[in-house]
């Protein structure tokens, strides 16, 4: 069955889905923010370590900014490698664009700082880090079907297909330690 099939005219699609449209970038790099939230959590948690919660936040928020900087410098370098012409306030434009990236992370950074408040241990925070960050790419997964005009049924395969990804990061977690 062709992808066709599926999709929606533009004219029949929901109203609050045309209204609400983010740009594809936003969609792309929130989806890579939770999973970069997802496998740094996992990755902090080392079993046999002392737990520092705190220490294991700023790490995520780094790594973040680096991702998303890096990913938006990659953009400028693409753009002038194209037109042969020198950086502009709208290449500084394509680096700021990667801001869902790094709010994506912001979940996992303010639960890892719960467990520094000492409200929860380390290991339940990157537990329901790891939870969290799957349920949140099952729901971008779907949104961004929804929004390339995709109807329920098929947003939410999608949405399932993205969530399987934290799945994956949980199953290599607990496998690894």
Sequence with gaps: ??????????SVAPRWILRHRPPEQSLFSGIYGLV???ALVAALDATGEKADPGQDALWVLLTALAAGAAHGYAHV?????????AATTSRLRLVLAEWPLVAAVLPTVGIL????????????????ALLLNTVALFGWGTWAARIAGYGWPSSCRAGSLDMLIGLGIIIADVLID
């Design 113 to 128: 700082l719960a467990a520094m408040a000492g409200w929860w241990s380390e290991a339940t925070a990157v537990d329901t």
């Design 1 to 10: 069955m062709s992808r066709a099939n599926h999709v929606r005219p533009e």
């Design 36 to 38: 970069l939230a997802s």
């Design 77 to 85: 370098i693409a753009q002038r490698a194209s037109s042969g012409r």
